[in-house]
């Protein structure tokens, strides 16, 4: 069980245009979704919290409105990255959180490899 | 905030026991998880420590001492698959999000 799908696995996309990707939980409710940004050989870097219903929590840092995040339903949330540019390459990985799991328990997406040409 | 450290890099052989590090420094404590990560993949948990103590789940084993706060993943048994990097993740935002430290390469060799 806990099962969660990310796609695509990986997009090629030319720079001023927007992707984006879908991660949902297959097989459990979904009430706080996770996404991570992670370059080669570092640590993933936490992008922002969405809970189901309400407005993602971003990280400081992070441009709201250059990642768009909806979380429409508890098995669904999506990231969108408006106008890419080279520098958004990257790994994206989504993860999910639902109820009674344990605190420190939270379950990963295959993640997304994104190339910004 | 929060911050966690960890080695960069270990290197073990096949049969050996290996242990990985963690300190970390928190505005509040909510536990702290380990996760395995091989290159291109996801990570996948692997523990959680929420108390003192050790917490033991097969090959691997987990210990947290908050008075110390520092923690430690202790692999047994090592196989040529163990190779992978290993983080560390505690809470932060009081608990609403997850925190990774730099993470460990652990390259098992023959």
């Known amino acids: 069980g806990a099962v969660v799908s990310q796609h695509p696995s990986w997009v090629i996309c030319k720079s001023g245009t927007s992707v984006k990707i879908e991660c949902r939980s297959l097989?459990?409710?979904?009430?706080?979704m996770f996404w991570y940004r992670q370059f080669p050989k570092q640590s993933l870097m936490l992008m922002a919290t969405s809970n189901e219903g309400s407005k993602a929590t971003y990280e400081q840092g992070v441009e709201k409105d250059k990642f768009l995040i909806n979380h429409a339903s508890l098995t669904l949330s999506t990231l969108t990255v408006t106008s890419a540019h080279p520098e958004d390459s990257s790994f994206y990985i989504c993860?999910?959180?639902?109820?009674?799991?344990?605190?420190?328990?939270?379950?990963f997406g295959p993640g997304t490899r994104l190339t910004v040409t | 905030g929060q911050s966690l450290e960890q080695p960069s890099e270990v290197t073990a052989v096949e049969g050996a026991i290996v242990q990985i590090n963690c300190t970390y420094q928190t505005s509040g404590f909510y536990g702290l998880s380990w996760y395995q990560q091989h290159d291109g993949g996801a990570p996948t948990f692997l523990s959680y420590?929420?108390?003192?103590g050790l917490e033991e789940t097969g090959r691997f084993s987990s210990f947290l001492s908050r008075s110390d706060s520092y923690g430690y993943l202790l692999l047994q048994e090592l196989q040529m698959k163990d190779s992978a990097s290993y983080f560390c993740?505690?809470?932060?935002?009081?608990?609403?999000?997850?925190?990774f430290g730099p993470g460990t390469r652990l390259s098992v060799l023959p």
């Open positions: 097989d459990f409710q979904a009430t706080t």
């Open positions: 993860s999910a959180r639902g109820f009674g799991q344990a605190l420190g328990q939270q379950y």
């Open positions: 420590n929420a108390l003192d």
């Open positions: 993740v505690t809470r932060g935002n009081y608990g609403q999000n997850f925190v």
